[in-house]
Structures are given as C-alpha cells and as structure tokens.
C-alpha cells in the first residue's frame, strides 16, 4: 500500500522568506501524480501543484516550486517570498495509476506559519 | 466553474443515528471521491463513484454508503453513527483523469 509521510508537523516563516516543506512517500508503482494541497482554516482542500512521475522537470506554480526526486521518493514543496496568505496546513498527496480508483493518500500535513 | 459545494456545513448527531451528506460536483465533472479527515489528521479516502457506480472503497465499514446521481450531486450516508465517527467530511470531484481534484469545504460533524 502507498503511504505517505511529512515529517514536519509545524513550520514557520518570516514574510518575504523562503520555506521548504518535506514530503516523502512511498510506492511499487513507477507512473503515479503527486500533488500539494493547501487548507486554510475554511477548511476546503486547494491544490497548489502537481507532479506527474514520468516528467524529469519539476513542476512551478508563480511562488511555489517542487523539488522532485523520484528516485528518492522525496515531493518537496518550496515556497517562495512567503505572505502571509500562504498560512495553513499543507498536506502532501499520492495518487497511483493503478486499478480504476482514483483514490488519493494524504500525509499528515504540515502546519505553515507566517510572521510579519 | 461553479465550484464544489456540501451541505450542511455543520451537523450534531446522537450515537446511533443516521446521517446524510449532501455535495453538488463541478459541472462536468464525473467522478466523486469522500473522505474522512480526523482532527490533526490527513483526509482518509471512503469511497468513490464514476458515473453513479461506486469503482473504489477505502477501509470503511458498509455503514458507510453512498450514491451519485445523474445530475452532479451526490450523498454520504453514515449508519448507526459512533463517537469516532466525529469528523470533517469532505467532497472531491474530478474530471480529467490526473488533474487533482476540486475539494468542498466540508461537513463538520459531531456525534455525541
């Protein structure tokens, strides 16, 4: 079973500075998507980027970037010039490409805070 | 895009009830996903319906049901509720396979 794992429960930042949150997971599958998603306190699931397995160049979204070391198994996010707007729970996500669901796995999230 | 949306947005029920779930997908897309998010926790995948089918469960006891219907909209419905039951409960539609999907803000609920 994929499992995915984010190690750092809680972050913080300074307004302007740049943070990395890490992501690592763990699969059989060689072709899978892996994505970061943001939930702010109205509690609804953003998606911020996503990677898809068989790409070489890591995804970038304006401000937010993704390190991608498939080998590894490691989905880092970057995000830069931080606002404070960027506070909330990040949570790193796996989905396979095998079987018919298209399930998604979260890991436990990262809790970002943002200091002006 | 009209977007995701779940109601209600918050909901007590008593140990043993039952509860619906209601959500209403983006237009267009097919395929809806629920998931259970414990406080502190990763959401936790229930069950998923492709074309008012269900085509994946997660590790949920049949208590756990759900429909699709034509019209985007679909239901959660939790028997004989329990007090770990006590979640928020979220909705994801999807479109294109590989897309990601567009998240509700969920139902907040309380069993007691």
């Known amino acids: 079973a994929q499992t995915v794992t984010q190690s750092q429960p809680e972050m913080s930042v300074q307004e302007a500075e740049t943070v990395t949150l890490s992501c690592t997971y763990d699969t059989s599958e060689s072709d899978y998507y892996l994505f970061w998603y943001k939930q702010p306190p109205s509690r609804q699931m953003i998606l911020v980027i996503r990677?898809?397995?068989?790409?070489?160049q890591n995804a970038t979204e304006n401000r937010f970037s993704v390190n991608f070391q498939k080998a590894a198994k490691s989905f880092s996010l970057k995000i830069s010039d931080s606002q404070l707007g960027d506070a909330a729970m990040y949570f790193c996500a796996y989905r396979g490409t095998q079987g018919g669901s298209e399930k998604l796995v979260f890991g436990k999230g990262t809790k970002l805070t943002v200091n002006p | 895009e009209t977007g995701v949306t779940q109601s209600p947005t918050h909901l007590i029920k008593t140990r043993g009830q039952q509860v619906t779930l209601r959500c209403s997908s983006q237009?267009?897309?097919?395929?809806v996903s629920w998931y259970q998010q414990a406080l502190g926790q990763g959401p936790q995948f229930i069950f998923q319906?492709?074309?008012?089918?269900e085509n994946g469960r997660g590790n949920f006891p049949p208590r756990f049901s759900g429909l699709q219907f034509p019209n985007y909209s679909s239901e959660l419905n939790v028997n004989a509720l329990e007090l770990d039951d006590s979640a928020l409960y979220l909705c994801a539609s999807s479109g294109a396979w590989g897309y990601g999907y567009t998240f509700g803000s969920g139902t907040r609920l309380t069993v007691v």
């Open positions: 990677q898809e397995a068989y790409k070489q």
């Open positions: 319906y492709y074309r008012e089918e």
């Open positions: 237009s267009g897309h097919n395929t």
